[in-house]
C-alpha cells in the first residue's frame, strides 16, 4: 500500500518489471542535515559566493545507485534505506539512482559523437526506450559533437525528452579547454531544458575517467555550474536530480555542501572549504594564470584551443584510470598534504612526456 505511494510498475524491454520512480518521493536537499566542521587552516573566500538559499535546496536531489541484496526483499523485516541522497525505503535495487526510472520531464544521457557508446546508463537508456530511440537517433539525430547537446523523445521511458551530450577527453596538457568543454555540457544541458520549457530534470556524471576526466574536479564543474544556472534562471527548474554512481556519490556528498549550503553556519564552512578559483559568473573555468601568459606572449599558438577533445578517440590509457579507491575528502575540500598523491602522478606523467 504505502509502496504504492512511490512507484508503479511497468513492463521494460527485458520483460521484467521495472519500478518507475517518481521525482515527488525523492529526499530533497534542504531536508537533509547540514555539516558545520571547520576544516582547513585559512579562508579561501572572504565570504561564500554561494550563499544558503533554502529555495534553491529545495530543487535539488542527490540520488545514487545503491546495491540492495535481494533477499532483503524477501524477508518479513525490509530495512529502512533512507538516506539524504533519495527516499529509497527497501525498494529494488534496479530502481535505485537508474536514471531511466526517474519520472522526470527530461533525464540526460552521455555518449560519444556518434551516440554509440555502451556506457551502464546508455545502456539502460536505450533498453528501456526500446528500439523506437535507436531509429530516431540514427534517422534524426544522427551525430553529437562533443560539449553539444541533442533531444530525442523518450519513447518508452517515463521522461518525456532525453538530452544527448558528448563529454571531453581529459588531457593534463590541454585541461583548460577539456575543463570549458565540460562546463558547456552542463551549461548547453540546462539551457536546453529551459528551452524545452521542462520543471524538472536528472543528470548523469558527463565526466567519465574512462575519458580521463579526473572525477572531483568534474564535480566541482557540475554542481558550481548548475549553482549559478539556478542563481540566474532558478524559476525555470522545480527539480533536478544529481543521478551519481557508487564511484562519484563520495564525491558529491562532500562536494555538494560547498555550492549549496544547508544553514549560514554550513556557508561559512564553505567558505573555508571552497576553492580559491570558483569559476565565473556562469561556472565557468577561469585560469587568470594562463590569460597572462598569452598576453606576455603573443605569439602564443591557437594549438591549445583546437585540440581534438573527441571520445571517438581511445579512452583509458591516462593515469587516472587506474586509480582506485575512493579520493580523499581532505584534497576534496582542499587540504592537500606537503605531498600530494595525485599531484605527484600529473608531475611524472609531464616529466615522462618531456623525455
Not at 533525464?107 to 546508463?121: A, D
Request: glycine share 6%.
Amino acid at each position: 500500500m504505502g509502496r504504492s505511494r512511490w512507484m508503479r510498475l511497468v513492463m521494460d524491454p527485458l520483460g521484467k518489471a521495472a519500478e518507475i520512480v517518481e521525482v515527488d518521493s525523492l529526499k530533497r536537499w534542504s531536508h537533509s542535515p547540514a555539516v558545520h566542521h571547520l576544516t582547513g587552516e585559512e579562508k579561501n573566500q572572504s565570504d561564500s559566493p554561494f550563499p544558503y538559499n533554502p529555495q534553491l535546496n529545495d530543487k535539488i536531489v542527490l540520488c545514487s545507485w545503491i546495491q540492495i541484496q535481494v533477499s532483503w526483499l524477501r524477508s518479513p523485516v525490509i530495512p529502512d534505506i533512507s538516506v539524504k541522497q533519495g527516499v529509497w525505503n527497501g525498494f529494488n535495487s534496479a530502481s535505485i539512482g537508474d536514471i531511466s526510472l526517474l519520472n522526470v520531464d527530461a533525464i540526460v544521457n552521455t555518449t560519444n559523437e556518434s551516440l554509440t557508446e555502451w556506457n551502464p546508463t546508455s545502456e539502460r537508456i536505450f533498453q528501456r526506450a526500446g528500439p523506437t530511440l535507436r531509429v530516431e537517433v540514427e534517422e534524426e539525430v544522427q551525430d553529437c559533437r562533443t560539449g553539444e547537446v541533442r533531444v530525442t523523445q523518450g519513447h518508452n521511458l517515463p521522461a518525456r525528452f532525453i538530452i544527448h551530450t558528448v563529454g571531453p577527453k581529459y588531457n593534463i596538457k590541454y585541461q583548460s579547454a577539456a575543463e570549458n568543454t565540460l562546463h558547456f555540457c552542463y551549461r548547453n544541458v540546462l539551457q536546453k531544458a529551459r528551452e524545452l520549457e521542462v520543471s524538472s530534470i536528472a543528470l548523469c556524471v558527463i565526466n567519465s575517467v574512462r575519458r580521463n576526466f579526473p572525477p572531483d574536479e568534474g564535480a566541482h564543474i557540475a554542481l558550481r555550474t548548475v549553482r549559478r544556472f539556478l542563481d540566474q534562471f532558478g524559476s525555470s527548474l522545480d527539480t533536478v536530480v544529481f543521478v551519481v554512481d557508487n564511484t562519484d556519490i563520495g564525491i558529491y556528498e562532500v562536494l555538494l555542501p560547498l555550492y549549496f549550503p544547508r544553514s549560514t553556519e554550513e556557508e561559512e564552512v564553505a567558505s573555508w572549504q571552497l576553492p580559491a578559483n570558483v569559476g565565473g559568473a556562469n561556472g565557468e573555468p577561469v585560469q587568470p594564470d594562463r590569460q597572462i601568459r598569452i598576453i606576455d606572449n603573443p605569439q602564443h599558438s591557437l594549438d591549445d584551443e583546437s585540440v581534438n577533445l573527441s571520445t571517438q578517440l581511445s579512452v583509458g590509457e591516462h593515469a587516472f584510470t587506474q586509480m582506485q579507491g575512493d579520493l580523499d575528502q581532505q584534497r576534496l575540500l582542499g587540504e592537500r598534504p606537503l605531498t600530494d598523491p595525485l599531484d605527484d602522478l600529473l608531475v611524472r606523467e609531464m616529466h615522462t612526456k618531456e623525455r
